[in-house]
């Protein structure tokens, strides 16, 4: 077993539908979609802008299988925690050749409130 497989988690890609909520708006239903193993590489925590919210943002590296392919604004959920990530890139701006040993693909996600 290398490195990047004991690090896989289990993931479920998250699809939103709004609802009436019965007082003229609408809600989001998030429903959980196909399942993908990824590798989630904390890169930082940053503050998102002082003039915005002084709130911190974590963002990560996803690594997944090329098929996958999450592009931004894909949301997803890790299934151990239940921890939800929005990807902000596309992962098949980065990825191994097909020639290559180990086949990945990396995109850029941070950590996400579904409100």
């Known amino acids: 077993m290398n490195l990047l497989n004991s690090m896989r988690c289990r993931c479920a890609r998250l699809q939103k539908t709004e609802t009436p909520d019965g007082l003229g708006g609408y809600r989001a239903v998030w429903t ?25 943002r974590e963002t990560f590296a996803v690594l997944t299988a090329p098929e996958v392919g999450l592009s ?9 925690d239940g ?21 990945a693909a990396k995109a850029v996600c941070e950590r996400w409130d579904l409100t």
């Open 72 to 80: 931004h604004p894909d949301v997803f959920r890790r299934l151990s």
């Open 32 to 56: 959980e979609g196909e399942t993908f193993d990824a590798v989630l590489i904390k890169k930082s925590a940053g503050l998102e802008g002082e003039a915005q919210r002084k709130a911190l």
């Open 83 to 103: 921890a939800t990530f929005r990807v902000t890139t596309a992962n098949g701006d980065a990825a191994t050749p097909e020639g290559a040993s180990i086949r």
